[in-house]
């Protein structure tokens, strides 16, 4: 037992590690891992039961690093294009593009051909790329983090809608199949979800203030590892200090809007505007030293700082338990799959009914 232990510890270690590598990450493993933990804390006890066991909580909780794996040490560049736009939404791009946040389509493919023509048309306002800076083809794009957001929760909500006919028709390792597959959407949804909840992570100034800086803010490169995971283990941040502060989750309105758009789309794209005004409270911070990151710095974490990345880590955690209660309250039934099954059910009866001689 002893031994299984230092393998356990061992495991997590390496995980964390892995999950620190790599570029432009929100959150480091740790974080990513609170905001899924405290999503989970906001659902309301009617929430589906078996999302809610030992088993599946450490599974979604570990899910939320799965898509910051994909990308560490990988040079697969197919992968690295498709998955790396996801995790980052750079506002002010939108703007220098010459494009209204009002304006831009749920959809994504048609949200791309806005931004691609806004750009060409201001090519004043975007700098040649830094090819060497771009391995993974994408630095021509703001981001997509809301439309991704969207998008696994459509996979959630279908996800729902299958298996109430499952749980109706299905068998028992069907409806465990289904099961498991919401649990592994809910896991790797929470990671972007989390993405959209660090400031950094809404703006071009990711990496340090770049471009006019009258305020003096931090041009450190560095900040943003910090923001992500330095600080978070300097002030031994953990999930049960912030879950009796969690909201119960609540369904987001799904009413429909005039402007045709998706009202879940909307939802993220508004949270990920609010949290880009937290951009210069957070270089405020940093400025006047409330994230202790000055080189030798050994005093204890600040309150200012805690109290920061703890409110940030809350709201991911509260719109990711919103979305998910909406997903599986809003879920419709699946009709074409409830058929097939009835289908199949009257099929196996007729072939076990035994025939009376003539």
Not at 18 to 28: E, H, I, S, Y
Not at 98 to 108: A, E, I
Not at 143 to 150: E, K, N
Not at 316 to 324: N, R
């Amino acid at each position: 037992m002893p031994t299984l232990t230092k393998l356990r510890t061992s495991a997590l270690v390496i995980l964390s590690a892995l999950a620190l590598t790599g570029p432009l990450q929100a959150w480091d493993y740790v974080g990513h891992r609170i905001v899924n933990q405290l999503g989970l804390a906001s659902l309301p006890a009617d929430f589906p039961a078996f999302v809610k066991t030992p088993g599946a909580a450490e599974r979604i909780a570990f899910l939320a690093g799965e898509p910051d794996r994909w990308r560490n040490g990988n040079d697969d560049l197919p992968l690295k294009n498709y998955n790396g736009v996801d995790h980052y939404w750079d506002l002010e791009e939108i703007t220098d593009a010459g494009l209204k946040f009002d304006q831009l389509s749920s959809l994504r493919y048609e949200y791309a051909v806005q931004f691609a023509n806004g750009r060409a048309a201001h090519p004043e306002n975007f700098p040649a790329i830094d090819q060497t800076k771009n391995t993974d083809h994408a630095r021509e794009w703001a981001g997509f983090t809301p439309w991704a957001i969207r998008e696994y929760y459509g996979k959630l909500r279908s996800a729902f809608s299958y298996l109430k006919a499952l749980e109706e028709y299905g068998t028992p390792e069907e409806v465990a199949n289904a099961q498991a597959n919401i649990i592994y959407i809910m896991g790797i949804m929470g990671h972007y979800v989390g993405d959209s909840a660090q400031p950094l992570h809404t703006t071009v100034h990711h990496h340090g203030w770049v471009g006019a800086n009258p305020h003096g803010y931090s041009t450190w490169s560095g900040i943003h590892a910090w923001i992500d995971g330095g600080f978070i283990a300097k002030a031994h941040i953990k999930t049960g200090d912030m879950v009796p502060r969690v909201k119960t989750a609540e369904p987001i309105s799904l009413a429909a809007r005039a402007d045709g758009r998706d009202p879940m789309f909307v939802a993220a794209m508004d949270f990920m505007l609010e949290q880009n005004k937290m951009v210069e409270p957070l270089y405020q911070l940093e400025k006047a030293g409330k994230f202790n990151n000055s080189k030798g710095n050994v005093e204890p974490a600040s309150p200012e700082g805690r109290a920061f990345i703890e409110g940030q880590l809350l709201k991911g955690g509260e719109l990711l338990g919103a979305i998910w209660v909406t997903a599986w309250r809003s879920a419709p039934p699946d009709t074409y799959l409830r058929a097939e099954l009835i289908k199949r059910k009257a099929a196996a009866e007729a072939h076990a009914t035994p025939k009376t001689a003539p």
